[in-house]
């Protein structure tokens, strides 16, 4: 099956940048819609950033003018610059993969093992 591999997280002041990254394993990438959701303990996961196969992007309001997701085909990842982070912002991120691969079966989904980003005030 697909694999995401992260890399980025860590611990920032507020205010401090980090950029995620996520290296997919399939020469197919470039067919995924992909995202990034975040999610602390004992709350739902919730979508953060996602990216379409022709680069149209939505954002979680409260991130909007501070996170920008991209992604680079060539090298089959996608990307989450965190600008001006939030002791908010505190929690696991992880990577998600979308394969629309027919219209008529359900779409193939993939995670990453998630990576801690921490937020202190």
């Known amino acids: 099956q697909l694999q995401l591999v992260e890399s980025g997280g860590g611990s920032v002041h507020h205010g401090g940048s980090l950029r995620l990254s996520c290296q997919a394993s399939s020469n197919i990438f470039k067919l995924y819609e992909m995202a990034w959701y975040r999610q602390i303990p004992d709350n739902q996961r919730e979508l953060v950033a996602g990216?379409?196969?022709?680069?149209?992007?939505n954002y979680l309001e409260s991130v909007k003018g501070r996170f920008n997701i991209s992604r680079d085909n060539a090298k089959n990842t996608v990307y989450l610059q965190m600008d001006n982070v939030q002791p908010e912002d505190t929690a696991v991120y992880y990577c998600?993969?979308?394969?629309?691969?027919?219209?008529?079966?359900?779409?193939?989904?993939?995670w990453g093992q998630g990576t801690q980003v921490t937020v202190s005030s």
């Open positions: 990216i379409t196969t022709d680069g149209t992007t």
């Open positions: 998600n993969a979308v394969w629309r691969y027919s219209q008529y079966e359900a779409p193939l989904e993939h």
